[in-house]
């Protein structure tokens, strides 16, 4: 079983990315996945999750407005869609698939994650 992210790059200020999850070995149709970041010298924190059938979102209050997650139904890939971008953000972004149908910021819940994928923002 594997998660497979991707699409992070260099970016400017007020940039946009999209990155993209893959699952290959099993779909994830019954179970929350999530992002979640690591930036240089900092623990790893939840940017947003996203419920089994995409009903229910969840977002981390600095990328609230900004972050958009969604995934397809039959639970084999996930994206995280960034608009507004700020060098804050610069960091390891993982996605990672839950144990549990909901997903939550407690990164102990997810029991899969990806390899990661870099995003940079800066001039």
């Known amino acids: 079983v594997q998660l497979q992210a991707s699409g992070g790059g260099l970016v400017q200020p007020g940039g946009s990315l999209r990155l993209s999850c893959a699952a290959s070995?099993?779909?994830?149709?019954?179970?929350?996945m999530g992002w979640f970041r690591q930036a240089p010298g900092k623990e790893r924190e939840f940017v947003g999750a996203i419920s089994w059938n995409g009903g229910s979102t969840y977002y981390a209050d600095s990328v609230k407005g900004r972050f958009t997650i969604s995934r397809d139904y039959a639970g084999n890939t996930m994206s995280l869609q960034m608009n507004s971008l700020k060098p804050e953000d610069t960091a390891v972004y993982y996605c990672?698939?839950?144990?549990?149908?909901?997903?939550?910021?407690?990164?102990?819940?997810?029991?899969?994650w990806g390899q990661g994928t870099q995003v940079t923002v800066s001039s």
């Open positions: 070995g099993r779909t994830f149709s019954n179970n929350a």
């Open positions: 990672a698939a839950s144990r549990r149908s909901y997903g939550s910021s407690d990164s102990s819940g997810y029991n899969y």
